[in-house]
């Protein structure tokens, strides 16, 4: 069972930057659609970006023109930049699935975006 772990996240005044990871400890090469997901305080998570094996992605409107997934599945690691950073970015994110997303959730990384 692939388990995953997210990390990168930090405090960045907006308009900055950040490089989010998430490592598998197994093949994501099986799992044709990976994705981000973001949760903010008091808020439902939400799916913030996705990438198939195929390079095909897909963003939340919030994010278009400011975020990119990618993927290497050699590194069995999947990646969100994030530029251009604005404080309603302020989240948890985590990687997972995005359809029928695995039953267990990492424990996300913190995104802070504040002056």
């Known amino acids: 069972q692939v388990q995953l772990v997210e990390s990168g996240g930090g405090l960045v005044q907006p308009g900055g930057s950040l490089r989010l990871s998430c490592a598998a400890s197994g093949s994501i090469f099986r799992i044709n659609d990976m994705a981000w997901y973001r949760q903010a305080a008091g808020k439902q998570r939400e799916l913030v970006a996705a990438i198939t094996n195929g390079g095909s992605t897909y963003y939340v409107d919030s994010v278009k023109g400011r975020f990119t997934i990618s993927r290497d599945n050699a590194k069995n690691t999947v990646y969100l930049q994030m530029n251009s950073l604005k404080p309603e970015d302020t989240a948890v994110y985590f990687c997972?699935?995005?359809?029928?997303?695995?039953?267990?959730w990492g424990q996300g990384t913190q995104v802070t975006v504040s002056s």
């Open positions: 997972n699935k995005r359809w029928s997303p695995l039953g267990s």
